[in-house]
């Protein structure tokens, strides 16, 4: 069993215990209010940034102590994050829905539920929770499933981040004319980062379609790389939770010049 396979046996396992019946989840999701549009907001800038809650992973284990997901929220917000990406699986990541709502609860930019989100209740469940964007990885799902869930997802009002890791999954998510792309350079059954993976499969995604560099950024040069790429923005977790200043973090990758 690969990582990928474990990681989402354990998904399925946790979203039994706390599985709401169809009636529940309809009136969280009518209740929620209105999406913030993450599109939108990442457009207003030149070059933007996704900033991540992340408090472990499965490669490095526990990243920092988060005491208060808000607060740490806040500090992205206020260094120019244009949206707000928190990780809610449990058992590898250390996440929860409780972060996500807490996160929710204090900043008024758009929020990714970033989770492995394999079925339709968890489609469900992220806009009723909040979410403005969602994550869907193509290494996970089918392409029956991979059409389904960003069909669902644009009905609850949702955009979605389609994640790749290669060329093949590239092709496959082309086929449902997706507005976000967002490459990996984390290998999801290794673990192993290769950010040449931005330079070899960001520039093969048309111009019009939204670019995101994913994991391993951690310097000013990776930025650099991410942009020459040509990365519209980067999607940024552990480099800025081990961070002793992670608003003046975001603040300096934003500064850099595609040069």
Do not use: C, W
């Amino acid at each position: 069993m690969s990582v990928l396979d474990s990681i989402i046996a354990g998904v399925l396992e946790d979203q039994k215990s706390r599985q709401l019946s169809q009636a529940e989840l309809a009136d969280r999701i009518a209740s929620i209010g209105e999406v913030r549009n993450p599109l939108q907001s990442l457009k207003s800038k030149n070059f933007s940034v996704i900033a991540e809650v992340k408090r472990s992973s499965p490669s490095k284990g526990a990243l920092a102590e988060i005491s208060d997901p808000s607060q740490l929220a806040d500090l992205y917000e206020d260094g120019g994050a244009s949206v707000i990406s928190v990780l809610t699986e449990q058992r590898r990541f250390g996440g929860s829905l409780q972060d996500f709502s807490e996160v929710r609860s204090r900043v008024s930019i758009p929020m990714l539920r970033k989770d492995f989100i394999v079925n339709e209740y968890l489609v469900r469940e992220s806009r009723a929770y909040g979410a403005d964007l969602l994550l869907l990885i193509v290494a996970a799902l089918d392409d029956a499933q991979l059409q389904d869930f960003y069909t669902l997802a644009q009905e609850l009002g949702m955009k979605v981040l389609i994640e790749v890791h290669n060329l093949e999954e590239l092709e496959r998510a082309m086929r449902i004319n997706p507005q976000i792309i967002g490459v990996n350079a984390r290998n999801l059954k290794t673990l192993e980062i290769d950010l040449q993976n931005f330079s070899s499969l960001l520039p093969r995604i048309p111009a019009d379609i939204y670019r995101v560099a994913e994991s391993g950024i951690a310097t000013i040069d990776d930025v650099k790389l991410a942009m020459q790429s040509g990365a519209n923005a980067i999607l940024v977790g552990e480099t800025l939770v081990k961070s002793g200043d992670p608003a003046a973090t975001i603040a300096e990758f934003l500064s850099v010049k595609n040069s």
